[in-house]
């Protein structure tokens, strides 16, 4: 269980100082990060299609599907070169989803806090609620406003680094605390 909880946090505290620091660079240099994101999405899926047509062409037996598939994931790679705004429309639902399922994971670690006997459990719970609606709002909010969205998106990453931050310290002081009274042995003493 302590090894389970500890692997828990280290992931978590990973996402949560990748959350804030995403999040403060898509908040100061929204127009510049999102345009550098979908650039750099291009070229990687031309690069793939490419290589899918190398490898089709210099092998001797020849798959089809590689053919068709490098095709595809290189006309998509130079799409999306050329038209980067289609991604940037799609990238606040994608966030949104993602925030939205942190929302599902704090609520669970703000169930074990509350099972733990955490008396920050409710905080817990209050953060988690609000990443769920701040990920269903980019959700919904998506395709009205690119810029505004990726503004509340950048705020809605620091929130939820630090959110996640703070549940999962509230989670892991209850387990530690769980731990502590199991552990915890009844003696009688003696009077000398």
């Given at each position: 269980m302590k090894e389970i909880l500890r692997k828990i946090k280290a992931d978590v505290i990973l996402s949560a100082v990748l959350c804030i620091v995403l999040g403060i660079i898509l908040?100061?240099?929204?127009?510049q990060a999102t345009s550098l994101f979908c650039k750099l999405l291009a070229v990687v899926l031309i690069i793939m299609g490419a290589a899918h047509l190398i490898t089709y062409f210099t092998d001797r037996v020849g798959n089809n599907l590689r053919l068709i598939g490098g095709i595809i994931v290189l006309l998509l790679g130079l799409w999306i070169f050329i038209?980067?705004?289609?991604?940037?429309?799609l990238i606040p639902a994608v966030i949104g989803a993602i925030l939205f399922l942190h929302g599902v994971e704090d609520l669970r670690l703000a169930m074990e806090a509350k099972n733990?006997?955490?008396s920050g459990w409710i905080s817990c719970l209050v953060l988690a609620i609000v990443n769920l609606v701040i990920g269903v709002l980019l959700i919904v909010k998506a395709f009205e406003a690119a810029q505004i969205a990726f503004k509340l998106i950048g705020i809605a990453l620091v929130y939820d680094g630090i959110s996640d931050l703070w549940i999962v310290s509230r989670a892991a002081k209850a387990a530690k605390d769980a731990e502590q009274e199991i552990n915890a042995i009844d003696t009688?003493?003696?009077e000398v």
């Open positions: 908040f100061l240099y929204t127009e038209n980067p705004r289609i991604i940037i429309n733990g006997s955490s009688e003493g003696k």
